[in-house]
């Protein structure tokens, strides 16, 4: 009986092992099956380190099987946990700040009564030198319906003196000269625009791009996260009719449009940071296209896990920042906050 329970362990450890390094390479030949493996990348990466435990316990003999898919995977890991020591910030060169925003259209996503708008609030407490936000009005007057104050867009624009909203909710405030490149929506929840900055004697460019949403309803998220935390074959049926043709339908959208954006970058000059909602998470096609040979700045100087998108037990992370190697990276984090279904997140910079 025993050698039984070690046989089905060691083929299950395999099975986990084998999906997780397959989620980790999944954008190098994106299909249907390399989506699914690759949302399903933190539950086989949670049941990799489970079975490392298990055979140190049980036979520790066989803990190389989990190390081993580890170890292949590790470059995939790492883009969903680098850990780094925190390092002395030196003021002794020009930097700036960049906050990347899906904003939830200045919905609460809590619901809280309070007088103020309190994503616009969040916003102007952050006081970030750039924001790029996607699903946001233009903030150009008050808002009674979505209790933003006279008072709250006076601070906005006394703190952003440039600011460039265009269409499909996308919004760009600035402390520094600003103006649009391009800008172009790709679907009714895609849209992207470029601008120019002038930062201290430097001209950066930004690209605020908010990719094809997943498009689930609030029934597919609960699945999801239902099917990830207790799974069970009995609902196999049930997944896909509900989840994966959205899902997957969605991520070959995706590619389509982060081709389309690649092309837009590889003709802009240096000084080049890419952010936004990209609905998409670090093992995917989308992911590395868009990033390219630019730096992920949670890779650069982020630790932990990250997830962006509080949606799906909240591991999914698909808010970015991604720059070239004009610049360096000095902190880059989530400001906690509870207002949109997205995190912020923020990125420290200074010219190299």
Not at 10 to 24: D, E, K, P, Y
Not at 41 to 65: E, K, T
Request: include cysteine.
């Amino acid at each position: 009986m025993k050698h039984v329970v070690k046989v089905i362990l060691l083929l299950l450890n395999l099975l986990w092992g084998l999906l997780l390094v397959i989620g980790s390479y999944s954008a190098y030949f994106p299909s249907r099956i390399g989506t699914l493996v690759e949302l399903l990348f933190p539950l086989n990466l949670f049941a990799c380190i489970a079975f490392f435990f298990i055979w140190l316990a049980y036979n520790p003999r066989y803990i190389w099987v989990p190390l081993a898919a580890l170890v292949i995977s590790w470059g995939g890991i790492a883009r969903y946990c680098p850990v780094h020591k925190p390092q002395p910030i030196d003021n002794s060169q020009p930097g700036f700040s960049l906050m990347t925003y899906n904003a939830y259209f200045f919905l609460d996503y809590e619901g809280t009564d309070t007088r103020q708008n309190r994503t616009l609030s969040f916003i102007l407490s952050q006081n970030a030198d750039l924001v790029c936000l996607q699903e946001s009005p233009g903030l150009i007057a008050p808002n009674p319906g979505l209790k933003i104050t006279g008072e709250q867009i006076d601070s906005i624009h006394t703190l952003y003196p440039y600011r460039i909203p265009t269409t499909h909710g996308m919004n760009f405030l600035s402390k520094y000269p600003a103006t649009l490149l391009f800008d172009t929506v790709y679907s009714e929840s895609s849209a992207i625009a470029i601008y120019q900055v002038k930062i201290e004697g430097h001209t950066v460019t930004v690209v605020n791009q908010h990719m094809e949403s997943i498009g689930l309803t609030q029934t597919d998220k609960e699945l999801y996260h239902e099917i990830t935390a207790h799974p069970n074959t009995d609902r196999l049926d049930e997944i896909k009719k509900h989840l994966l043709s959205k899902l997957m339908n969605a991520a070959e959208i995706r590619n389509r449009q982060a081709d389309l954006t690649a092309e837009k970058i590889q003709n802009i000059p240096g000084n080049i940071i890419v952010c936004g909602d990209f609905n998409d998470t670090p093992s995917s096609y989308t992911y590395h296209t868009m990033k390219g040979n630019m730096t992920d700045g949670f890779r650069d100087s982020g630790s932990g896990y990250g997830g962006t998108f509080r949606y799906l037990g909240g591991v999914l992370r698909i808010d970015y920042i991604f720059y070239d190697d004009a610049f360096e990276g000095i902190r880059y984090y989530m400001p906690p906050e509870d207002v949109s279904d997205h995190k912020a997140v923020v990125a420290e910079l200074r010219f190299r």
